[in-house]
């Protein structure tokens, strides 16, 4: 039941804020909403409020707003008094605004999701050493139990995530780390070693040989605003890092997951708790975001391209082009959706239900 209950919360959430945010911002601009769907039909309930068909679908991997004359080249039957009202009719600006806020609002949720389990009270882990390794680059540099970290090559830090992150990246690299003991600074060179760990691309990381002392800090409600921006902006960064090292070939398309890895993660997550939960939440809102900001016709980066292309020409990308490029980037999202769902079955069969490590 976790498992059912966590993915439709999760995505129910992740959808409906996503489709709201195309919804909201078209309404603003006097847009026409003819219909708001959450899922894909076939329709299980629907009910139209106002000029606006609302509509809850059975296959609830994704969802949509109908815009009234949101297609350049179709037939759509517009009555004089509404031609005012399409989203062809609006300036390029408005109609850019409000294709982005759908990805925006995901970017927004993220960060509220993360601000909220801050506040509700998951500890920051503070950069304070507890353990060191006997014959470990720290201990031979003279590092102790109780020194507080408090800056890597003259840039500032308090976390331990972002002491772990700076010296992960640097192995057999000589670090001037500054280190606080008994109220004075001192500055130790420290070269992180190669080890058998790697980091979530698979790439070698450096280790100093040390521990956290456990000390964390609960941060207040400015507080944990800002750490909820900074951990989306971190996440943000981590995502489009992935993508660029996929295209790459850094990394195997085979780790991507899908649907029912969502499933289980959603299923996992629920069950550590509901901060636990919030925070795969935010990272899936993330992912969610860039994806649909991707190039691709029939996602939202694909009309972002279409309107970027038609401020550069002055003319809007119609006809064959526009036909062409939306069954090519159909055929893609439907190819990239076989791939996930061979990877997540094959992973399955391979390693079990669980996504815990082996």
């Known amino acids: 039941m976790e498992y059912a209950i966590g993915f439709i919360i999760l995505l129910g959430v992740l959808i409906f804020v996503h489709e709201f945010g195309h919804f909201i911002v078209a ?6 909403v003819l219909k708001f769907s959450l899922g894909f039909p076939p329709v299980a309930v629907k009910r139209k409020w106002g000029e606006t068909e609302y509509m809850l679908s059975w296959v609830p991997l994704g ?15 517009i009555s004089p008094e509404d031609s005012h009202r399409t989203l062809e009719s609006k300036s390029l600006l408005s109609r850019f605004a409000i294709i982005a806020a759908g990805p925006l609002a995901n970017f927004v949720l993220a960060a509220v999701l993360l601000s ?12 304070e ?10 201990m031979e540099a003279g590092m ?33 780390i500054t280190v606080k003991r008994d109220g004075q600074d001192s500055i130790l060179k420290v070269t992180p070693r190669v080890g058998d760990n790697k980091d979530f691309f698979g790439r070698p990381v450096g280790r100093v040989g040390i521990g956290p002392s456990g000390k964390s800090v609960q941060l207040g409600v400015f507080a944990s605003i800002r750490e909820g921006c900074r951990f989306t902006v971190y996440l943000t960064r981590l995502v489009f890092e992935t993508l660029i090292m996929l295209v790459k070939g850094d990394i195997s398309p085979k780790a991507l997951g899908g649907p029912i890895q969502i499933v289980q993660a959603s299923g996992e997550s629920l069950k550590a708790g509901a901060i636990s939960f919030m925070f795969l939440m935010s990272y899936i809102s993330i992912n969610l975001a860039i994806i649909n900001l991707l190039p691709i016709p029939i996602l939202d980066g694909g009309h972002l391209l279409f309107y970027l292309i ?8 119609t006809g064959k082009v526009r036909e062409v490029a939306t069954q090519v ?7 990239l959706m076989l791939m996930v769902f061979y990877n997540d079955i094959s992973r399955i069969i391979t390693q079990g239900w669980s996504l815990k490590p082996q």
């Open 310 to 317: 038609e401020a550069i020409t002055r003319r809007p990308v």
């Open 129 to 138: 050493v507890g353990k060191i390794l006997e014959g470990s680059p720290a």
């Open 144 to 176: 102790k139990a109780g020194d507080l970290v408090t800056a890597i090559e003259g840039q500032e830090i308090w976390r331990w995530d972002d002491m772990r992150r700076l010296i992960e990246k640097s192995p057999d690299e000589a670090l001037s």
């Open 116 to 127: 909220g389990g801050f506040l509700a009270g998951r500890p920051v882990l503070v950069s």
């Open 27 to 32: 309404k603003i601009a006097g847009v026409k």
């Open 329 to 335: 980037g159909l055929l893609f999202i439907v190819f």
């Open 63 to 77: 969802g949509y707003v109908k815009l009234l004359g949101e297609t350049p080249d179709s037939e759509e039957d």
